[in-house]
């Protein structure tokens, strides 16, 4: 399975990552100096000592509401994507070929609309689901399932087109696989590099999404964020910093565990 | 080649065994999706663009889509337009190098899961905090420039301060356009068989006529539609825009912004609607243009 | 048997989630409690009795969702602290605290019925002129002491605390401009900024308002104020980027155009940071209370009233250096900060405030002109 001939060469590739990873670095590093400024001009732990002080705890205590909120709106909408977007597109990508580019621009349409403008259109349809279902935050999830499509979509899509579904897809009914172990037990430890791409930013997008729980009068983890960074300037830029950090390890965690499963797959069956 | 003959060769075993159910029990797995999208995707944007159709009071008029003939917006949309088009550019062929640099480690390895997560969190990375960095950054008296000025002696905004103008934006738009192109393209990246590399070294080719005859042409599809992500992607941000170039609305998300939330210029909530069906009708033609693309780099694939 | 396992754990999943959301808050509660008074018609204090049964009856409903209050705006983050250590059983749910006067209305109608949607409102008084369709009436019990020309007859929307357009300034870099005329000076080369775009923030457009009755004109026609932006443009003083306090605090803009009280908040970031209101005429903006007539808390909203136009928030937001509505009042009882109130700068010795035709005439120049004159 070595990949070595695709690969570019040692030098290169460790000069393309540096380089990019340096430049992208330089921002993060500002943000962190400017956190780190204290009094006349000098560079202090001040304004970091000061997140950890009790007296402090009840000012961040949204964060811990709307953190809450944002992980449980992350499951639903992966959970929206595994099982409602990824199957529809092999359907798609089996049966009806056709669709493909309409399927395509429809998934592109969430992402040509900014936020506010959704908004002005979801309102009526989260008044009622408001009015039936109630107003937790997860109803939510439904909004962001929409606007993680696009990403999702590209993610997934990559992945299918890569593998050759039909061919397995058959193999394996001819088999004898009912369609849900086609999908379940086939499919999808092949699709996974996209899956676990399209989940990943589907959290991301989750963790990082600020217009549509705001205009809708929800809390999650950035409006919280908000609420809280406008006591402090220095606070404001340390918890983004902390923010970013946390979706990272949550991301990077998730990440291996994927990465891992893969490997024992790969073990397992030997299927490239 | 392979496929097509595992197409038909299936196609021709299947056809007799086909129970006469199937395509009715296709379409019905196509129906929770279509319902999920209809009443979440399709209702909100007609709902929201139609809202361009009427005014404050509920008439009927065309004023609103005459409006977008105007030349400030007009201009906005030019605006709006080069810029998502520059920065997905740069970002999608940034992102494709960073992707072409991950096949050379391990794909369960440790660099290759720090870059996905990296990746991940600052695709999503935006709005006033990243305006921040850059102001921390590349500003008036940000790090960069202090130390340019102080050591190199270069004044970068000797001209004045372009970094809060149009063309300030491309760089913290880059810096969330290449890391959605690592997320979106590394799968199809990571799809490049090496059978068809050692087959490439086997029939005498080098390592640049893999990449020219084989490499592009198979990528070219993800590619194009991953540019084409991250030119909706930019097209449609604003509020990095809103907290580093605040005066003067020169994109169009910002002029939407303004009319449906400004504070002392009331009324023109539906020029949203207006505003929001120009930029659909934009990502339409785009789209059309991202067809003709494939349809061409399909061809290299056959 | 493992398909219809995932598939049986895939069908529990669902049932449990659709459970949860079922029993998570439902739509908004009824607005009479057990005494049969009916909060959501109180039109003053004697409709429940007394501020004690007021209280009883907030703490009844536990909640009170407020929008658009920028902890370090006028110092509100202390006031809600203020009346949360007050009542301790109400808990303040605190919304979108960047939201503009038009988006708190538009959550009001986003939420119309719902519990999510906002009790009170505090409004610039162009949106609140356009939206009285909107609100309750409520007239606090210190009504006589608010001016008559800062509240509606019947309490619809009534004026809570304000300022003079002024000009912030880092001292350390700068000394205090004196007139428009000093920042067309090289000196401040992209050193000007405005706090927001005036086609989109109420504090932009009164410094236009304020550039324009400063250089000749009336507020009937915002030409002056548009062609003086303009020439700081070109001169390469104005600076385009929004003013925050992290970009205060980082000296990124030294010097701001914005409401005296806002200016003033930046001193806890940078303490030499100064505040000058131009002499001359000056420009005025009060801010205007209002409660959702359709409020899912309405007893803790005529609460929340009685709290801001009381001794206590009202000095709370003359610490945050605005000019609380009640100031003259409380001057002459005695009840006023006097170190604060007289920390405040010097009024101007005439102000002005746009009323709605000139607003409305200076919005559509504005929308005209203004992207060509900073271009």
């Not at chain 2, 969190?121 to 950054?137: P, R, S």
């Not at chain 3, 459970?19 to 808050?25: D, M, Q, T, Y």
């Not at chain 3, 003259?328 to 007289?342: N, P, Q």
């Amino acid at each position: 399975m070595s990949d070595s001939r695709l690969a570019p060469g040692r030098a290169t590739k460790w000069i393309i990552l540096l380089a990019v990873v340096a430049i992208f670095l330089v921002p993060i590093v500002s943000m962190l100096l400017f956190t780190l400024r204290s009094g006349e001009g000098g560079y202090g732990l001040g304004h970091w000592l000061g997140l950890g002080d009790p007296a402090n705890a009840g000012k961040y205590r949204p964060i811990w509401t709307g953190l809450g909120n944002s992980l449980a709106l992350a499951v639903v909408t992966v959970a929206i994507v595994l099982v409602l977007l990824a199957p529809t597109m092999i359907l798609v990508t089996l049966r009806f070929p056709r669709l493909r580019r309409p399927f395509e621009f429809l998934c592109l349409l969430p992402i040509s609309i900014p936020a506010i403008v959704l908004v002005v259109g979801l309102t009526p349809i989260y008044l009622t689901i408001g009015r039936s279902v109630g107003t937790g935050v997860w109803t939510l999830a439904f909004a962001y399932g929409v606007t993680v499509l696009p990403y999702a979509y590209r993610a997934i899509q990559s992945s299918i087109d890569a593998v050759d579904v039909k061919t397995l897809a058959e193999a394996a009914r001819s088999l004898g696989a009912g369609w849900l172990t086609v999908l379940v037990r086939v499919l999808a430890p092949n699709l996974r590099g996209g899956l676990l791409a399209a989940s990943l930013i589907s959290i991301a997008v989750v963790l990082g999404e600020f217009t549509i729980a705001s205009l809708l009068n929800r809390q999650n983890l950035q409006t919280a964020l908000f609420l809280v960074s406008r006591q402090d300037p220095y606070v404001a830029v340390a918890l983004a910093l902390l923010a970013l950090l946390f979706a990272f390890l949550l991301l990077l965690v998730i990440g291996r565990f994927g990465a891992g499963a893969k490997a024992l797959a790969g073990k397992k069956n030997p299927t490239n | 080649m392979t496929v097509a003959t595992a197409e038909s060769a299936t196609a021709g075993a299947e056809l007799p065994a086909r129970p006469r159910r199937r395509p009715s029990l296709a379409v019905a797995g196509l129906l929770p999706f279509t319902a999920y999208v209809a009443i979440f995707l399709g209702l909100p944007t007609v709902l929201a663009v139609a809202s361009g159709l009427f005014t404050d009071d509920g008439a009927f008029t065309a004023d609103n889509f005459a409006a977008l003939g105007d030349p400030v917006i007009l201009q906005g949309f030019w605006n709006s337009g080069w810029l998502s088009f520059v920065t997905a550019a740069v970002g999608a062929i940034v992102g494709a190098l960073v992707c072409y640099a991950m096949l050379g480690f391990r794909h369960d390895g440790r660099v290759r899961s720090l870059i996905d997560a990296a990746s991940g969190v600052l695709a999503q990375f935006g709005g006033v905090m990243l305006a921040f960095a850059f102001i921390a950054t590349l500003g008036l008296q940000g790090l960069v420039t202090l130390f340019l000025r102080d050591a190199f002696g270069i004044d970068l905004y000797a001209d004045g301060a372009w970094i809060y103008e149009l063309p300030g934006l491309v760089l913290p738009y880059i810096y969330f356009q290449v890391p959605l192109m690592v997320i979106t393209f590394l799968p199809a990246m990571t799809g490049l068989k090496p059978q068809w590399a050692e087959a490439n070294l086997t029939l005498g080719g080098t390592r640049r006529s893999f990449w020219f005859r084989i490499g592009f042409p198979v990528l070219a599809p993800s590619f194009f539609a991953s540019f084409l992500l991250l030119f909706a992607n930019a097209f449609s941000s604003y509020a990095t825009a809103a907290a580093l170039s605040s005066q003067g609305s020169p994109i169009i998300p910002l002029q939407i912004r303004t009319a449906l939330t400004s504070e002392t210029v009331l009324g023109r909530e539906n020029l949203a609607g207006a505003l929001a069906f120009g930029m659909i009708l934009v990502m339409a033609v785009v789209m059309g243009l991202y067809a003709l693309v494939q349809r061409r780099a399909a061809r290299w694939q056959s | 048997m493992r398909d219809r396992r995932l598939a049986a754990a895939f069908a529990v999943a669902t049932s449990v989630t659709l459970l949860l959301g079922a029993c998570s808050s439902g739509s908004g509660g009824d607005s009479s409690d057990a005494s049969g008074v009916d909060a959501a018609t109180a039109t003053n204090l004697d409709a429940f009795g007394s501020m004690s049964d007021l209280e009883k009856a907030a703490t009844a409903e536990g909640q009170l969702n407020v929008i658009a209050l920028p902890r370090d705006w006028a110092n509100y983050g202390a006031v809600i602290d203020a009346f949360t250590a007050k009542y301790p059983d109400i808990t303040v749910n605190e919304a979108s605290p960047d939201a503009s006067s038009a988006e708190e209305i538009q959550a009001a109608e986003t939420n119309a019925g719902l519990d999510t949607a906002p009790d009170v409102f505090d409004l610039g008084l162009t949106v609140a002129l356009q939206n009285t369709d909107k609100f309750a009436p409520y007239q606090v019990s210190t009504w006589d002491d608010i001016p008559e020309n800062l509240k509606e007859e019947t309490g619809l929307y009534v004026g809570d605390y304000g300022g003079y357009m002024s000009v912030g300034y880092d001292s350390s870099k700068f000394d205090a401009p004196k007139t428009f005329d000093d920042l067309l000076e090289p000196a401040y080369k992209g050193a000007v900024a405005l706090n927001g775009d005036p086609t989109q923030a109420g504090a932009a457009f009164a410094a236009v308002a304020l550039a324009t009755v400063q250089n000749g004109g009336t507020l009937d026609d915002f030409t002056p104020g548009v062609d003086y932006f303009s020439k700081l443009n070109d001169a390469g003083n104005l600076l385009k980027v929004d003013p925050t306090s992290a970009t205060v605090a980082s000296g990124e803009t030294p010097i701001v155009f914005d409401w005296d009280y806002l200016n003033a908040a930046h001193n806890a970031d940078n303490p030499e940071w100064k505040v000058a209101i131009f002499p001359g005429t000056g420009i005025a903006g009060y801010y205007n209370q209002a409660i959702n007539a359709d409020a899912p808390h309405p007893a803790a909203a005529r609460l929340w009233e009685e709290f801001l136009y009381s001794d206590d928030a009202q000095n709370l937001w003359l610490a945050g250096g605005a000019r609380p509505a009640r100031a003259e009042a409380m001057e002459a009882a005695g009840t006023i900060d006097e170190k604060l109130f007289s920390a405040l700068p010097e009024a101007p010795t005439d102000s002005l405030v746009p009323s709605e035709e000139q607003t409305t005439a200076a919005g559509e120049l504005l929308g005209r002109d203004w992207a060509g004159a900073v271009d």
